[in-house]
């Protein structure tokens, strides 16, 4: 059994989708120790898999015992395969979690857990990460300032930094679709 604390790629490594393909399986193959008891999510029936999330680099569906990576954040942030591996980490980290309290969170025994399979024991990665182009651009009617949006809102939404917090018309987010 590998060091469970020890990163396989290194900071600064840039992999291909093969070679990452390659590490998704062998962690999810890999039998992981939290205290002093065995898990192996390939044998507990856990698959994984690849999404289209813009926002959030990994998922652990816990109902469906999957985890799912960004493949259009990994695309566009080969060159971040350490921080994707730490993600994949979080996510095992949630598998286990739900393994042995039937849930999960980002409580204090889910950190315990994360340390125990190498992953950093926090909520949000804060890497910066080169993301697609929103499918709309999003303008602000006051200020003019600019965001990336995936999707267009249902409902009519005021820039956040103008209204501050509270829906005002005259700040009203006008949206351009890109593509």
């Known amino acids: 059994m590998q060091n469970q604390k020890t990163l396989i790629t290194k900071e600064g490594y840039t992999t291909t989708m093969q070679e990452f393909k390659d ?58 395969a350490s921080k994707f591996e730490d993600t994949i980490r979080h996510e095992i980290a949630h598998a286990i979690d739900t393994e042995i309290r039937g849930r999960s969170s980002h409580d204090y025994i889910w950190k315990l857990i994360c340390l125990s399979v190498g992953a950093e024991p926090t909520r949000v990665n804060k890497i910066r990460l080169v993301k697609p182009q929103g499918k709309y651009t999003a303008t602000c009617n006051g200020c003019g300032a600019i965001s990336q949006a995936y999707r267009k809102p249902k409902i009519t939404r005021s820039c956040g930094s103008c209204s501050k917090g509270s829906f005002n018309v005259k700040y009203v987010m006008y949206y351009k679709q890109n593509y």
């Not at 999510?41 to 999330?53: A, E, K, Q, V």
């Not at 652990?60 to 942030?77: A, H, M, P, V």
């Open 23 to 80: 590490l998704f399986k062998q962690l999810m193959a890999t039998t992981w120790v939290h205290n002093n008891k065995e898990y192996n999510l390939t044998n507990l029936g856990w698959s994984m898999g690849f999404n289209d999330n813009k926002s959030s680099l990994g998922k652990c569906f816990t109902s469906r015992k999957r985890i799912e990576i960004s493949k259009g954040l990994l695309i566009k942030n080969f060159d971040k």
